[in-house]
């Protein structure tokens, strides 16, 4: 049975569902399993032809174990896919000769999050009337979780969910789509700040242990392990269309937080055969100089037409560190600390080769971006957002630098409709949003703007949770 350690080693292990309501460690740690599940070539192909429900009920269960009965993980897996606009849930797509969309943005809020968050509440949900407990979710976002999770938790009885997004900072659909709902457990939170302060905030509200346990807080950003483990599956189900296991696939992710192209790390341990894997980035580049220099270093953030990226510190680029110092909880306590103390780190060499061995980083800014939108909708007939046209150039860039003969899947990770003005500006045309979209821009928001400092925020939790109350 598999159970989850603190990449800072000084948090008791747990189960699963324990990792699953606790996100982020009590020492500040992210928790991963305490070993990898292994799946042979034979079992790996097995999963080609199959719904994807089920390859997701194959690859998430040996990570629950005994903590729910399979009947029930598999419902609530069935559940969580049957909104997706799109039968196979994760269809992919052909670009060119070597290289293929997997479309990530069918779920109800149009970004990939959704593939993770609509399984999250379930499991939350599930986990919490069980127990008979009432949760507080607190998240932060750039746009796209903040919209995902509500999307997955309103009107759900056991939790409370609060989400911090930049104030200013998101677009008109991500905002309205955090807004305009209407449920009384959702409250979402305009920060006076960067979406790093809000992180930054989120941390330390985890941190503040009496408030933890009085609230019951509970976290759905990337750093909760479901959410990678729910990621993991569509590594599976794209690389058997194209030939896995025997031939070995590339990918490439638009990444902000680290945790989609850590689920296909994930995915790689567990042995699917992937090639390289391609981390692209916008402007906020933090991991295209850590693995060239070898020195995370963070700085300002930088707005981009790609805002779900425009992050500095990348969250779960600590579990991949853990792993690559052999999972040296000491020496991630190191690190950590010296980022907190002088917003930077160096990578020491071991570890570093070890990261550069199976991963590539690649930066593409504002003008190729657009350019990459443009190209894409005259060579392929098809709209991309600005972020999977991150990866679209990052892949295309890539391709030129090396020799490589496996095909190479880039991560649509957000509708284009999502982003009409980046569209217009590249290709004239403004994709309309999907019907149950387009009234929220009639919809009135609710919202309340708070200042950058956690002490406000601790008060107005106080004051909303039903948490709070019961205690
Ligand atoms: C969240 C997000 C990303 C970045 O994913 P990470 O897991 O944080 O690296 C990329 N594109 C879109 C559209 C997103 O919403």
Do not use: C
């Not at 800072?8 to 699963?16: D, Q, T, V, Y």
């Not at 959702?186 to 302060?197: C, N, P, S």
């Amino acid at each position: 049975m598999i159970k989850y350690l603190s990449t800072r080693g000084e948090a008791p292990p747990l189960s699963f569902t324990q990792a699953l309501l606790t996100g982020l460690a009590p020492d500040g740690g992210l928790y991963l399993p305490d070993h990898y599940p292994h799946f042979t070539p034979e079992t790996i192909k097995g999963f080609a032809g199959k719904p994807y429900a089920e390859v997701a009920t194959q690859v998430i269960a040996p990570f629950v174990g005994d903590d729910l009965p399979l009947p029930i993980l598999r419902d609530m897996i069935e559940a969580a896919y049957a909104g997706f606009r799109h039968p196979a849930v994760t269809p992919l797509s052909q670009i060119d000769s070597g290289t293929f969309l997997l479309e990530l943005f069918h779920g109800p809020t149009l970004a990939f999050k959704d593939v993770a968050m609509q399984l999250l509440g379930r499991l939350m949900d599930h986990v919490l009337k069980e127990r008979g407990a009432r949760a507080t979710i607190v998240g932060a976002t750039s746009g796209d979780t903040g919209a995902a999770a509500i999307e997955a938790f309103r009107g759900l009885e056991q939790v409370d969910v609060f989400i911090l997004y930049p104030h200013g900072r998101v677009s008109d659909v991500q905002r309205r789509q955090m807004t305009t709902v209407e449920d009384a457990n959702i409250h979402a939170i305009a920060l006076e700040g960067t979406f790093d302060d809000a992180q930054a905030i989120l941390k330390g509200l985890f941190q503040n242990e009496a408030l933890r346990q009085r609230l019951n807080l509970s976290g759905v950003n990337s750093i909760n392990w479901a959410r990678v483990v729910a990621q993991s599956v569509y590594y599976f189900t794209s690389a058997v269309v194209l030939g896995a296991p025997h031939r070995p696939v590339s990918y490439t992710v638009p990444t902000g937080n680290f945790g989609d192209i850590l689920a296909g790390w994930i995915a790689k341990r567990m042995g699917l055969a992937i090639d390289r894997l391609v981390i692209a980035t916008n402007a906020n580049d933090i991991l295209v100089r850590a693995l060239a220099e070898g020195r995370y270093e963070v700085k300002g953030v930088q707005p981009t037409q790609s805002p779900s990226m425009d992050i500095q510190v990348s969250s779960n680029f600590e579990r991949l560190l853990f792993e690559a110092y052999n999972r040296d909880a000491s020496s991630l306590r190191r690190l950590m600390a010296q980022l907190g103390q002088s917003r930077g780190f160096t990578i020491d060499s071991g570890p570093l080769e070890t990261i550069r061995a199976e991963f590539d980083a690649i930066s593409v800014g504002e003008a190729d971006t657009t350019a990459e939108i443009t190209r894409i909708w005259r060579n392929a007939e098809m709209l991309i957002d600005p972020h999977t046209a991150v990866g679209m150039a990052a892949a295309h860039r890539h391709a030129k630098q090396h020799a490589s003969t496996s095909p190479m899947v880039v991560l649509g990770t957000a509708h284009p409709a999502k982003f009409p003005d980046a569209m217009e500006a590249a290709t004239g045309l403004r994709p309309p949003l999907p019907e149950h979209l387009a009234e929220i821009i009639k919809k009135p928001e609710h919202f309340t703007v708070l200042p950058n400092d956690q002490a406000a925020i601790e008060s107005f939790l106080l004051d909303h949770a039903r948490a709070a109350r019961q205690a």
